[in-house]
């Protein structure tokens, strides 16, 4: 990500990379982006938190009866290949479906 020009700027940088780290913030933006099933491509100015509209995310859900359990996905720059990395997070999303399906005994849900 670094290698694309809009990262060379060290505090816009820096200012992401703190963002990372807010973890309740993270949690947030992910609980929005997974009230929809399916993959979402969030591109810039579609990212609610202004350090991150240098960024693209690519997200998908994953499901475990039916039930949209959790989500996971990229970050990276605008410039993105985005056929191949819409592939790989709705490949890894559908393995991790999958995989939870083959659970034989129950998941515990808080509510």
Known sequence: ??????????????????????????ADLMAGLA??????????????????RECTLITSTYMFRDQVLGILGIVGPRRLP???????????????TETLSRVRQELYFPS
Request: avoid cysteine; charge should be negative.
């Open 35 to 52: 009230e929809e099933a399916g993959v979402r491509v969030t591109i810039g100015e579609e990212n609610p938190y202004a350090e991150m």
């Open 82 to 96: 985005y056929p191949d990395v819409i592939n790989v997070v709705e490949e890894t999303a559908r393995n991790v």
């Open 1 to 26: 990500m670094l290698d694309h020009p809009e990262f060379w700027d060290i505090e816009s940088t820096r200012t992401l990379l703190r963002t990372f780290e807010q973890k309740e913030r993270l």
